[in-house]
């Protein structure tokens, strides 16, 4: 694990390798749990190195012990994402995050990705829970600030609401993923979620103004309003 923590990778692959050799004679307590982990940081350590292929496989090898590993699903979409292999790249990366929705390095990647498709709320909302997740990393945030200003995001937000409400949304859920201790685009993004959205997002929306602003009362008959139609 030294080897690992100092980024000698040929030392990391070796220590690895001779772990999951003596793991898979099944001799040990708990060998499945360890067997899981040394593939796992083997195939993480294969990656450093460029061996995607093999990285992969091992990987899997990993999840074959336990599906449910959002850290080995996350190294697994990088693997696939090296190799070019786009499809299963993404399918690994949402895998990961169904298991965990905050991993930092995922909702980046995922930012990313949605900025290529076109969805640039959602972008900034994976964003900021990169940021929010390890703060400090300097990639999320810089691209999250490509997405602003915060002002003008708010202010397309404000003269949207009258005309186009989903535009105005997605200006919001941008402002409130640019600026979230902004109480006004907070509120806004609650507003319209609730009118617009699934009853989750728009009570989860509500929940953030009562952080900003404690007994708020549109927040609180918003979220028992919301409470009674579930």
Known sequence: ?????????ATAEGYFRRIID????????????????????????????????????????????RRDASDTHYALSVAYRELGIADKSRQELETALAFDPLLPEANYD???????????????EAFRRAIDGAPGQPEPLQELEKLGPF??????????L???????????????????KNLEAARIKARLLQELGSAKDAADAWEKVLQLAPEDPEATAALNELTKKQ
């Open 162 to 180: 009258a005309t186009d409400k989903k535009a105005a949304l997605v200006e919001a859920r941008i402002a409130s993923a640019l600026d979230p």
């Open 151 to 160: 002002a003008d995001r708010l202010a397309k937000a404000k003269s949207l």
């Open 22 to 65: 003596k793991l898979r004679g099944g001799q040990f307590a708990n060998a499945d749990n360890r067997l899981e982990r040394a593939y796992y940081y083997l195939g993480v350590t294969l990656i450093k190195r460029k061996q995607y292929e093999d990285a992969a496989g091992y990987l899997k090898e990993a999840l074959r012990i």
């Open 110 to 124: 995922l930012g990313r990705l949605l900025v290529n498709d076109g969805d640039l709320a959602g972008a900034a």
């Open 1 to 9: 694990m030294i080897a690992l923590k100092q980024q000698q990778w």
